[in-house]
């Protein structure tokens, strides 16, 4: 039996549309017994599309152990399987929060760099609006020890069309850096799914699974093994913790416990417990939600289900999905009539069934919008049961009520009215936009 091709952290450095090699299945009337070791091919690995790993002769960063041919031809088989560490070990469940979080090589290009020492992985996507936008999978680690990268292509005995899959483990705090957006994630595990490119395309979009877990390569395919990885000699254990998938998107830190992105829709989604914090010197906020979703292509950041956002100073913000914006110091809590969303400070309880409540993320202020209307803000005091708010028709526009739609379509509208206030819950009709506190 022969083994798929397989490129590793060592092979030499990817150049963009160089085809993928593929390597006879086995010939019929073959023996089903137990497949033989693996080897390294004799014909040199191809470089993917989107890829980038070390440069040929440079030290290895957890490459497939030495299985290429000794000087007299005779292939030396694959050393075992490295040893299980302790179970948090292992799985990358024990890693601290205290990555570095300088940008790579491939991070400040923006793009898979030819000739780096750390492996990486690039998939490329056209949005409707003709934009490429690509998400990065780097290893940041380069040593056997810590981790390993490769990635097997596919079979002869498969579809045209078959993609390539690339295994990424780190275990040292850098981990395995995915870049999505604005967000930095940093993970112990990570699978990549590519298909090759299209006839003049230069890249792909494909499919990123990460979480805690660990990697290793095999001594030999196990008997009657058919998956990819396992022809490859190669066997992952993705096993999901809570606050093991970390993202940094500016000044926030967020956790949660399994990524998955898909090019069906071009939503990366961070399964949760999500919790997070952003440092503040004056008044930090933290906060917590079920889920998060990064949509590529409308370049947003979606904190998802039962969203809590509490500032120290004591404001405490609900709703059921807020679109989180770092770079902006801006949350906007969506409400619906089924959903509605509320902020509160101390007797005062803002809540609305219709639009969306924009946070400051820098000061914990607040001010709202109307779905398809302009906006009122205003800064609640304790004890508080009036909202006072005046109306400027040179105010900002007023953001969209859609977490969707981009700010070209957000319009203000143009219609002013007063507050009216019950007890201590402020009810908050039509207003046009005015300067924002």
Known sequence: MVAPVVIKSGSPTPTVGQSTLKVP????????????????????????????????????????????????????????????????????????????????????????????????????????????????????????????????????????????????????????????????????????????????????????????????????????????????????????????????????RLRGQKLVYDETDGVARIDGPITFRRDNDKDPLSGSSQSIEVNVDAEKTVLVGDVVLRSQGGRISRAARVEYDDAKNEARLYATQNNPAESVKGGDVLRLSDGLIVYNLDTNEVYVVKAGEGNISGEFQEGETNLSATASASGPSAPSADPHKSSADEVAGTQAAGTQATGNTTTLPVKKAPSVK
């Open 25 to 252: 299945a086995p010939s019929p009337g073959s023996s089903s017994a137990a497949p033989s070791p693996l080897v390294k091919p004799t014909v040199p690995a191809q470089p993917l599309p989107g890829t980038a790993a070390q440069p040929a002769g440079s030290q290895s960063s957890g490459s497939q152990p030495s299985g290429s041919q000794s000087p007299a031809g005779a292939p030396s088989p694959l050393p075992a399987a490295q040893p299980a560490d302790p179970a948090n070990a292992a799985n990358g469940a024990d890693q601290p929060d205290t990555g570095n979080n300088d940008p790579t090589e491939h991070e400040k290009a923006g793009r898979c760099v030819e000739g780096s020492e750390q492996a990486c992985m690039a998939l490329s996507r056209q949005g409707k609006d003709d934009k490429e936008r690509r998400i990065l999978v780097i290893r940041t680690g380069i040593s056997d020890d810590t981790g390993i990268y490769t990635v097997c292509s596919p079979r002869d005995d498969e579809p045209a069309d078959a993609p390539n899959v690339g295994v990424f483990s780190e275990s040292g705090p850098g981990g395995i850096r995915i870049i999505i957006d604005k967000n930095v994630i940093r993970v112990p595990l990570a699978m990549v799914t590519q298909k090759p490119p299209k006839d003049g395309q230069e890249g792909s979009d494909g499919r990123v699974e990460a979480s805690a877990g660990t990697a290793q390569f095999l001594d030999q395919a196990p008997s009657g093994a058919k998956d990819r990885l396992s022809l490859c000699g190669v066997a992952s254990q993705p096993k999901p913790v809570a606050g093991t998938v970390y993202v940094t998107q500016g000044k926030t």
